[in-house]
């Protein structure tokens, strides 16, 4: 059966920096298949996960896959969610509105830069730090086990917990 997979990402198209990741990761660990289609939604920021222009382009691309099932994942940043009642609060208010909508949830514990490069990248430097983690093909290099955490720690993330249930893995 054909599975069409829409990653909501709380980064902008022209930087692209959070889809990098999840491709490396997916390209790296996982089988290809003609029946995934793969589809990643620009939110331009995590506070748009329901904006009016998100939630068209997640229905418009429903509608025209018509050929199986599709899942929407939202990709988000706890960011400082242990620090900051406003962060937890929105965190809080994303998975919620994930869970009433049947939609997945991958979080990064703080942020995806320091899941997969392990420390905070200012971000003037995000697109160049993605850029280089893709060319220097340092997904080869990551704990994985930092991908497949239940509970958010820092430097963690649920993203393998998620993909492992739509995909194969090599």
């Not at 003609?34 to 229905?59: A, C, F, W």
């Not at 208010?93 to 514990?109: R, V």
């Not at 420390?119 to 704990?143: C, F, H, T, W």
Request: glycine share 2%; aromatic share 10%; charged share 30%.
């Amino acid at each position: 059966m054909a599975i069409q997979m829409i990653f909501c990402l709380e980064t902008n198209k022209r930087a692209n920096t959070d889809y990098i990741y999840m491709k490396e990761t997916m390209d790296f660990l996982y089988q290809k298949s003609n029946q995934t289609k793969i589809s990643p939604i620009y939110m331009d920021g995590k506070s748009k996960y329901q904006s009016k222009s998100v939630l068209r382009e997640i229905h418009k691309r429903k509608k025209a896959f018509i050929t199986g099932e599709t899942r929407v994942i939202y990709c988000i940043d706890t960011d400082e969610y242990d620090r900051n009642t406003e962060h937890a609060n929105e965190f809080m208010a994303i998975q919620s509105f994930c869970e009433k909508n049947g939609y997945d949830l991958i979080w990064f514990c703080h942020d995806v830069e320091e899941v997969f490069q392990g420390k905070k990248i200012p971000d003037s430097l995000k697109v160049q730090e993605a850029g280089a983690y893709r060319d220097k093909n340092k997904i080869r290099e990551m704990d994985l086990r930092r991908l497949a955490e239940t509970s958010i720690r820092s430097r963690t993330s649920n993203l393998l917990c998620v993909l492992d249930q739509y995909l194969k893995r090599k």
